[in-house]
């Protein structure tokens, strides 16, 4: 994968989707398609992403990430694409981090806007 052409996108999965396998099922999604990045839950109940890919790959896993594996109901989706010069990502691996008690983007987005917001 060439870092230039490469997209990469920072998400928040809201609903029921911790428990329910959301995270390791992410990963592997993401594994199978060749993206990079991580996945965690937050102590607000949601999830939390970064992944980097290419277009195709990248779309792909948001479609999967709408509806999540079979114990999840999905009922929200926020996606922002990210600038490759703000991006923190390293290595070739899909990673579960632990539990965080707020998203990576909070300050980014309102303050710095490195981050764009995207539709899905």
Do not use: K
């Amino acid at each position: 994968m060439s870092a230039g052409t490469d997209r990469i996108v920072h998400g928040l999965v809201s609903g029921r989707v911790q428990g329910v396998y959301y995270r390791a099922s992410f990963q592997r999604e993401c594994e199978a398609r060749g993206l990079v990045g991580w996945v965690r839950n937050l102590h607000d109940g949601r999830v939390e992403f970064r992944i980097r890919g290419s277009e195709d790959a990248v779309d792909a896993a948001l479609q999967w990430a709408r509806s999540g594996p079979p114990a999840a109901r999905v009922e929200g989706l926020e996606t922002w694409l990210v600038e490759a010069a703000d991006d923190e990502l390293s290595g070739d691996a899909m990673r579960v981090l632990a539990t965080a008690s707020r998203p990576v983007g909070d300050g980014v987005r309102e303050g710095g806007g490195r981050e764009r917001r995207s539709e899905p």
